[in-house]
Nanobody, 123 residues
């Protein structure tokens, strides 16, 4: 059974940066594509970024392109989300998710989810 544990969330002022981490355990990390999703209060969960099993392909939602960067360390079984130039509208609970096989923006292929980490950006 795959387990995902996010960390690194917190309170930051607009324009600041945070780096989220997601520790993966239970299966072979390098077989999984990893994604980050977020859910703001009163809104549906939305896709943020994803990275292929090899790390050679990445996807981003338009609103974070050029500000957020997803990466993975297959030796440490960890995926990261570097978030720069944060805006109040980035405030949400951020979830890490794992999908065996291909990278995807749709949440459907992601079989495993972390518990989430809160990111709050003050204006």
């Amino acid at each position: 059974q795959v387990q995902l544990v996010e960390s690194g969330g917190g309170l930051v002022q607009a324009g600041g940066s945070l780096r989220l981490s997601c520790a993966f355990s239970g299966r072979t990390f390098s077989m999984y594509a990893l994604g980050w999703f977020r859910q703001a209060p009163g809104k549906e969960r939305e896709f943020v970024a994803a990275i292929s099993w090899s790390g050679t392909s990445t996807y981003y939602t338009d609103s974070v392109k050029g500000r957020f960067f997803i990466s993975r360390d297959n030796a440490k079984n960890t995926v990261y989300l570097q978030m720069n130039s944060l805006k109040p509208e980035d405030t949400a609970v951020y979830y890490c998710a794992a999908a065996i096989g291909q990278i995807a923006r749709d949440p459907t292929p992601y079989n495993y989810w972390g518990q989430g980490t809160q990111v709050t950006v003050s204006s």
